[in-house]
């Protein structure tokens, strides 16, 4: 299992001194008790190192996990709270069969920051009772509940608790700056227990007596009547509980080399660790971003490390529950402010802001929902906001340009990038302007350039384009041509008059959804009802299928307006035009009229006056 157990040992006793305070500290802060904090991190953060899917995870009860748990706790009670672990433990197993784990990867920057940062500040305010020393205020909001103990602080001030809390959260933060390998989380509680003891602090409530051991699995809790009220907070916690892993084990892949989780394992291995830690007493569990990262930077290497946290944790529950009973609640309400402190990435926070309006609108939507509403609709809101932004940006780069309807005669492969109209110059490049030096081995322009097979080329003179100046345009149709902005960018062009051929040359469109390709139609449509005919060039072979369900490729085909390169489509009007006795290679007129073309090529079709004659 492990290369190195010597440091996988030793890097999980550290993860063990730094996870007892924060999980006596969620355990108490989600209304379960220390004792159920104890037991996740023992049963969840075994199991779930065994059957997950990374090697640096480690798991127990977390900070986001406590923000759902608390209006759980308060409208279905205790037995509420392991009946929604023990479902959200199926359903992430249900998410892992269907491979659900990758796609984490399209979860948006500024929503994971600003859902962090939101999370920071529920866990601070939750933290605001025990930290002033009096009883948690009614209430499942936690800004109300924060404010109604500040009033009941105000009316009788606790100087003891508050000091201990401070006291433990400043030299937290202190001391991670100035000897960041000390866990100072457990010095800080060892020092502020040891005080209360030997100062004799009244003010100072402590956690209370524990069980010397984990009690014995029990189903006891279970009411299958409630079962169908708990279905919607049991999705919210697997919803966190996968998002929170997933998002610990790309972080932790990313402080390590060699090392890639599997997504759909890791859901698994959070699915096994939710359905057993309520059979003994703990509450819903995921990875815990801030102790996996204690475990990577101290060279865990394996499984090992995560397996040794809970093994050491264990005993601690079976052999020291008297001592740890004696901890201050106030400084389990320090330890925890000064995590909600550490969580929030200011430099992060700070980029994403200054990245694009965009990133900043979801960073600050998702956080502010995080705090005002809830966990999982803040992620729904955060995601539903960037995905509209996205599309309004991906929109935004569909356009229709008129460029000129015969460049250089070069062939439009899809994809590729054609001279069409004016270029734009490169900086630090050189253009033609006049003398341009010659590069050794090189062949300049100095004279006749040799034509392409299969290409005509363009005749500076302007013979290609006699005749037929005003009567034939082209435009280039850039971009995705797709439901957001389809209609939009097509507008202008079905408006188009004057003309007797539109070239649409289509090599430069990204993608093709049934909207555009029904707006395609109805402007070809829209073109032909005032006699224009439309010529296509270029279109992709993967954009035929959305074309031809809506008809509008056929339409093209019937009537052979559809080539492969521009050079092809204005050669066709050109010869539309001469049959029309519009413009001939030698600039005579003739009277007939613009008909459609078969297979290809143009089939002359006789004038009013001749069809009538006949």
Same mark, same amino acid.
């Given at each position: 299992?492990?290369?190195?157990?010597?440091?996988?040992?030793?890097?999980?006793?550290?993860?063990?001194?730094?996870?007892?305070?924060?999980?006596?500290?969620?355990?108490?802060?989600?209304?379960?008790?220390?004792?159920?904090?104890?037991?996740?991190?023992?049963?969840?953060?075994?199991?779930?190192?065994?059957?997950?899917?990374?090697?640096?995870?480690?798991?127990?009860?977390?900070?986001?996990?406590?923000?759902?748990?608390?209006?759980?706790?308060?409208?279905?009670?205790?037995?509420?709270?392991?009946?929604?672990?023990?479902?959200?433990?199926?359903?992430?197993?249900?998410?892992?069969?269907?491979?659900?784990?990758?796609?984490?990867?399209?979860?948006?920057?500024?929503?994971?920051?600003?859902?962090?940062?939101?999370?920071?500040?529920?866990?601070?305010?939750?933290?605001?009772?025990?930290?002033?020393?009096?009883?948690?205020?009614?209430?499942?909001?936690?800004?109300?509940?924060?404010?109604?103990?500040?009033?009941?602080?105000?009316?009788?001030?606790?100087?003891?608790?508050?000091?201990?809390?401070?006291?433990?959260?400043?030299?937290?933060?202190?001391?991670?700056?100035?000897?960041?390998?000390?866990?100072?989380?457990?010095?800080?509680?060892?020092?502020?227990?040891?005080?209360?003891?030997?100062?004799?602090?009244?003010?100072?409530?402590?956690?209370?007596?524990?069980?010397?051991?984990?009690?014995?699995?029990?189903?006891?809790?279970?009411?299958?009547?409630?079962?169908?009220?708990?279905?919607?907070?049991?999705?919210?916690?697997?919803?966190?509980?996968?998002?929170?892993?997933?998002?610990?084990?790309?972080?932790?892949?990313?402080?390590?080399?060699?090392?890639?989780?599997?997504?759909?394992?890791?859901?698994?291995?959070?699915?096994?660790?939710?359905?057993?830690?309520?059979?003994?007493?703990?509450?819903?569990?995921?990875?815990?971003?801030?102790?996996?990262?204690?475990?990577?930077?101290?060279?865990?290497?394996?499984?090992?490390?995560?397996?040794?946290?809970?093994?050491?944790?264990?005993?601690?529950?079976?052999?020291?529950?008297?001592?740890?009973?004696?901890?201050?609640?106030?400084?389990?309400?320090?330890?925890?402010?000064?995590?909600?402190?550490?969580?929030?990435?200011?430099?992060?926070?700070?980029?994403?802001?200054?990245?694009?309006?965009?990133?900043?609108?979801?960073?600050?939507?998702?956080?502010?929902?995080?705090?005002?509403?809830?966990?999982?609709?803040?992620?729904?809101?955060?995601?539903?906001?960037?995905?509209?932004?996205?599309?309004?940006?991906?929109?935004?780069?569909?356009?229709?340009?008129?460029?000129?309807?015969?460049?250089?005669? =070069? #062939?439009?492969?899809?994809?590729? @990038?054609?001279?069409? *109209? +004016? /270029?734009? &110059?490169? !900086? $630090? %490049?050189?253009?033609?302007?006049?003398? =341009? #030096?010659?590069?050794?081995?090189? @062949?300049?322009?100095? *004279? +006749? /350039?040799? &034509?392409? !097979? $299969? %290409?005509?080329?363009?005749?500076?003179?302007?013979?290609?384009?006699?005749?037929?100046?005003?009567?034939?345009?082209?435009?280039?149709?850039?971009?995705?041509?797709?439901?957001?902005?389809?209609?939009?960018?097509?507008?202008?062009?079905?408006?188009?008059?004057?003309?007797?051929?539109?070239?649409?040359?289509?090599?430069?469109?990204?993608?093709?959804?049934?909207?555009?390709?029904?707006?395609?139609?109805?402007?070809?449509?829209?073109?032909?009802?005032?006699?224009?005919?439309?010529?296509?060039?270029?279109?992709?072979?993967?954009?035929?299928?959305?074309?031809?369900?809506?008809?509008?490729?056929?339409?093209?085909?019937?009537?052979?307006?559809?080539?492969?390169?521009?050079?092809?489509?204005?050669?066709?009007?050109?010869?539309?035009?001469?049959?029309?006795?519009?413009?001939?290679?030698?600039?005579?007129?003739?009277?007939?009229?613009?008909?459609?073309?078969?297979?290809?090529?143009?089939?002359?079709?006789?004038?009013?006056?001749?069809?009538?004659?006949?």
């Amino acid at each position: 299992m492990a290369r190195a157990p010597r440091r996988d040992l030793l890097a999980g006793l550290t993860v063990a001194i730094v996870a007892l305070p924060l999980a006596l500290g969620f355990g108490v802060a989600s209304g379960l008790g220390a004792e159920a904090g104890l037991a996740t991190a023992v049963v969840a953060g075994a199991l779930a190192a065994v059957f997950g899917g990374s090697n640096l995870q480690v798991s127990g009860p977390t900070g986001a996990m406590t923000v759902v748990l608390v209006p759980i706790v308060a409208e279905y009670g205790p037995g509420g709270v392991l009946t929604v672990g023990l479902m959200a433990g199926g359903l992430l197993i249900v998410l892992a069969l269907l491979r659900a784990g990758r796609s984490m990867r399209y979860v948006p920057a500024p929503v994971v920051e600003g859902f962090t940062f939101g999370i920071a500040c529920v866990i601070a305010l939750q933290q605001i009772p025990n930290a002033l020393g009096v009883a948690a205020p009614e209430g499942d909001k936690v800004l109300v509940v924060a404010w109604r103990a500040v009033e009941e602080f105000a009316g009788g001030p606790n100087w003891t608790a508050l000091a201990i809390t401070v006291g433990v959260a400043g030299l937290m933060l202190a001391g991670a700056r100035l000897l960041p390998g000390v866990p100072f989380s457990v010095v800080a509680v060892v020092a502020a227990t040891l005080a209360v003891q030997l100062f004799d602090l009244d003010g100072a409530t402590p956690i209370g007596a524990l069980p010397a051991g984990l009690p014995a699995p029990s189903l006891g809790f279970l009411d299958v009547s409630a079962v169908g009220s708990l279905v919607a907070p049991a999705v919210a916690v697997a919803a966190l509980a996968a998002l929170e892993s997933l998002l610990s084990a790309t972080v932790a892949d990313g402080m390590t080399t060699g090392q890639k989780h599997d997504p759909d394992r890791e859901l698994f291995g959070q699915g096994i660790a939710n359905l057993a830690a309520p059979l003994f007493g703990g509450v819903p569990a995921t990875a815990a971003i801030a102790r996996t990262a204690v475990n990577v930077r101290t060279g865990a290497g394996s499984r090992l490390a995560a397996l040794t946290h809970a093994a050491v944790l264990a005993v601690i529950v079976f052999a020291a529950a008297p001592l740890v009973s004696r901890i201050p609640l106030a400084a389990l309400a320090g330890v925890l402010l000064a995590t909600a402190v550490r969580m929030v990435e200011v430099g992060a926070l700070r980029a994403m802001a200054r990245a694009t309006r965009s990133d900043a609108v979801v960073l600050v939507l998702t956080a502010a929902a995080t705090l005002v509403l809830d966990l999982v609709l803040a992620v729904v809101i955060g995601l539903a906001v960037a995905g509209l932004l996205a599309l309004r940006a991906v929109a935004a780069e569909a356009r229709v340009d008129r460029v000129h309807p015969y460049d250089d005669g =070069v #062939p439009e492969l899809p994809g590729a @990038q054609t001279y069409g *109209g +004016d /270029v734009p &110059e490169l !900086p $630090g %490049t050189q253009t033609y302007g006049g003398d =341009v #030096p010659e590069l050794p081995g090189t @062949q300049t322009y100095g *004279g +006749d /350039v040799p &034509e392409l !097979p $299969g %290409t005509e080329p363009y005749r500076g003179g302007g013979g290609e384009l006699a005749g037929t100046a005003g009567q034939v345009v082209a435009y280039r149709v850039e971009g995705p041509l797709f439901f957001a902005g389809a209609h939009r960018s097509l507008l202008e062009l079905g408006e188009i008059s004057g003309v007797r051929v539109v070239i649409l040359r289509m090599c430069r469109v990204t993608t093709v959804d049934a909207t555009g390709a029904l707006a395609l139609k109805d402007t070809v449509h829209r073109l032909n009802g005032r006699g224009i005919v439309v010529l296509a060039s270029g279109i992709r072979p993967d954009q035929r299928r959305a074309l031809e369900s809506v008809g509008a490729l056929e339409l093209l085909r019937r009537e052979g307006r559809e080539y492969a390169t521009a050079s092809e489509a204005f050669g066709a009007a050109r010869e539309r035009l001469a049959v029309a006795g519009v413009a001939r290679g030698d600039g005579a007129v003739a009277a007939a009229g613009v008909g459609p073309a078969r297979g290809g090529r143009d089939v002359p079709v006789a004038a009013p006056a001749e069809e009538a004659a006949r």
